[in-house]
Every structure is written in structure tokens, then in C-alpha cells.
């Protein structure tokens, strides 16, 4: 599938600066710094309540800055938002696909948003399809899909742009096992093509998959970032040692999950 390059070079992609967002006086972003680079897929790691949604829809222009500096692809979320989301794809933690639709129609009417010609959109359209592994499923409606197939529609629609920026909040969030490993290798691929991801999730597993970056968050701060692996050794160091009930000495490979019990004192689920 061919990709459209929009950003290049080592600009950033998105830059946060002293970024807040407050809901009626409380802070759920709490005057976080952080930047993301062209080409890679960054992700925000946490428990639910952390903050990362709420920075992504900040990101995405669904809910104001509440203060600090955001810009979106060199530009400023608060007078170019219009511009910005021209260039997003945003795949949000729940499914809101058309029902009415059937699967082709759902990414053609979407495409008629960004004034996407019919030839064009129909094109695109069968592309994505294809990629997603859902050409067979065209003519069918949304609610005769799978849970991971609809995932994979939702992510499809929101490339029907070829956008710069893909946002993904949860994306493989109550998939089963089989149904999320063929959602990351899909991600991979749009990464290799070019892509910018940006990452939430609450699984260790798939932010050490897929992330090249990731910032580990708790209570509206970032309590940490950088690479996967690179963090687990130098917070957790590579193995970890527990005592079982009965006292038994018990070893394990240090993971991102150890990590975050590390910094916050429990684990990722809570």
C-alpha cells in the first residue's frame, strides 16, 4: 500500500510543552513535557485515569488545552486544528462504525469528509480492504463482523486519508490473542510504510511490540520515557525475584510491568 510522505527530516511530529488539561479544576494532564519524531510509534503506557487519553484527545483536537504548548505537525493546536486533522487518523477506543453500512460503504462515506473523489475514495477503499484482510467482507453489514474484524475496519477508515499521524487510543482493547497479534502486524507494516503511530494502552506486551518510544504515566504525569527494553533494564534490571507464599524463591525476566509497580507501587491492570 502506498503512503503519502508529508513529514520529513527530523522534524517533530508533536511537541508538548508544560501541556495541562483540566476538568472542572482538576487536572487530569499535569504539566507534562514530551516529543514525538516522524516515522516512529510512540506510546503512552499507564492504568486507566492516568491521563493518557486525555492527552491524545488534546493531540487530536477533541478537547482544548487547558494550558501549556501543543503543536500538531509544526502547527499550534489552538488556530490550526482544522489543518491538523486534515492530516490525522484517529482510531478511538471504541468501535463507532455505521451499523446501517455495509463494510465498503462505511470507508466510502467517510472519505466524502475529505472531499475525496468516488473513483479515488472507491480505490482507496479496495486498497485498505485488502490490507486489512477484509476484501471478502465488502458487501457485508458491520454487524456481522468479529470484534477484531470491526477493529480492523476502524483502523482501515482511519488511513482512508493517508494521513501523517495515525492516533490509536486502546486499539486492541477486548480483542482475543489470535485477533491483536494481527492488529500489530499490521501496525508494523504501516510503520515500515512510513507511518507516525501514536500509541495508549494499558498492555505491557503490546507497547514492548510495537513502540519505539513510550512514556510510562500515573495521575496525570509522566513518570518516566524511553525505549521499551532500554527502561526494563535500567529500572528493573533483567531478571526479578520474588517470594511465593509457601517461601519459595521465584525468578522471572524483568518486563515494563515491573517497571511500573517499580515507580507507582502497583500494577498496570489496577
Not at 28 to 48: H, S
Not at 104 to 110: D, H
Request: one cysteine or more.
Amino acid at each position: 500500500m502506498t503512503r503519502q510522505m508529508g513529514v520529513g527530516g527530523t522534524l517533530d511530529v508533536v511537541a508538548a510543552e508544560d501541556l495541562v488539561k483540566e476538568y472542572d479544576g482538576l487536572q487530569a494532564v499535569r504539566g507534562i513535557n514530551f516529543r514525538i519524531k516522524a516515522r516512529e510509534c510512540f506510546g503512552f503506557l499507564g492504568p486507566n485515569g492516568a491521563g493518557k487519553t486525555s492527552t491524545v484527545k488534546m493531540i487530536y483536537g477533541l478537547s482544548p488545552v487547558s494550558a501549556g504548548k501543543l503543536t500538531v505537525l509544526g502547527m499550534d493546536v489552538r488556530t490550526k486544528i482544522r489543518d491538523i486533522k486534515r492530516r490525522l487518523g484517529v482510531v478511538p477506543q471504541e468501535n463507532n462504525l455505521d451499523p446501517d453500512l455495509k463494510v465498503l460503504q462505511n470507508l466510502l462515506v467517510y472519505a466524502s469528509f475529505f472531499n475525496i473523489s468516488g473513483s479515488e475514495a472507491r480505490n482507496r477503499a479496495q486498497e485498505l480492504l485488502e490490507f486489512f484482510g477484509l476484501a471478502d467482507k465488502a458487501k457485508e453489514r458491520v454487524e456481522s463482523l468479529s470484534g477484531g474484524m470491526k477493529r480492523r475496519l476502524t483502523i482501515a477508515r482511519a488511513l482512508i486519508n493517508k494521513p501523517d499521524l495515525l492516533i490509536l487510543d486502546e486499539p486492541t482493547t477486548g480483542l482475543d490473542p489470535q485477533a491483536r497479534h494481527m492488529v500489530w502486524q499490521r501496525l508494523r507494516q504501516l510503520k515500515e510504510q512510513g507511518v507516525t503511530l501514536i500509541l495508549t494502552t494499558h498492555y505491557m506486551e503490546e507497547a514492548s511490540q510495537l513502540c519505539d518510544r513510550l512514556v510510562i504515566m500515573d495521575r496525570g504525569e509522566i513518570l518516566v520515557e524511553g525505549n521499551p527494553h532500554q527502561l526494563v533494564s535500567e529500572q528493573a534490571g533483567e531478571e526479578i525475584v520474588e517470594t511465593s507464599s509457601s517461601e519459595e524463591m521465584i525468578v522471572h525476566p524483568a518486563t515494563l510491568e515491573d517497571v511500573f509497580l517499580k515507580l507507582t507501587g502497583r500494577k498496570l491492570q489496577d
